[in-house]
């Protein structure tokens, strides 16, 4: 999942906003809304390390990112998850935000909430969105990474490029799942 940072002065209208918007998105979900299938398991250390992202679906929180965007993992001594999101703006500028993940459920679960709101919010179980693990190749080399409600969609690899035929194989699988893969945009990787 891939959020980037904005100035202090609109930090509380934004925090307000994904309170919100994740609130709403979890009540619906509790009501019976058909939920995505996540994988059966996620070996967290296996997927530490960098993804890049291949396609995403449109949000607000990247509209500047306009290429070479990526995230970043790293294990805490907490458990919990470090995450490094980057990307180029149109400036040429590097734009990052740091953020916090940590599973739910089992030590296998495919389930993480993701926090970029300040830490001093992080009691509100508003300011944590889902991010759901629904494919994930043997290697963990491909993943997509959604909600339950499927309004976000990101597509990562740990490479840069991604083989079209895998590719479009991945496509299948989340048409299966109900996705509407038209709304995918795809990511700039540059060198």
């Known amino acids: 999942m891939t959020l980037f940072s904005y100035p202090r002065a609109s930090l509380i209208s934004i925090s307000g906003f994904i309170l919100i918007a994740v609130g709403s998105s979890q009540a619906m979900a509790q009501q ?16 530490l390390g960098t993804w890049y992202e291949i396609a995403k679906f449109p949000n607000w929180f ?7 965007t990526k995230a970043v993992y790293t294990a805490k001594s907490d458990g919990n998850l470090r995450v490094l999101n980057s990307c180029k ?7 990052e935000a740091e ?8 030590k296998d679960s495919p389930k993480l ?5 300040p830490e001093w919010l992080s009691f509100l179980p508003l300011v944590w969105g889902d991010y759901w ?23 990562l690899s740990r490479t840069p490029q991604l083989d079209p035929q895998v590719y479009a194989d991945l496509l299948q699988r989340l ?17």
């Open 89 to 95: 703006t149109a400036g040429g500028e590097t734009s």
């Open 113 to 117: 909430e993701v926090r970029f709101a």
């Open 99 to 106: 953020g916090l993940a940590r599973q739910i459920g089992a």
């Open 62 to 68: 990247q509209k500047k990112c306009v290429s070479n």
């Open 175 to 191: 048409k299966q799942q109900q996705f509407d893969i038209q709304k995918l945009e795809l990511t700039s990787q540059k060198n």
């Open 32 to 47: 019976g809304d058909q939920s995505v299938k996540t994988i059966a398991a996620l070996d967290v250390p296996r997927y």
């Open 133 to 155: 693990v629904i494919d994930l190749d043997p290697q963990y080399q491909v993943a997509a990474v959604s909600d339950p409600r499927r309004e976000y969609l990101w597509v």
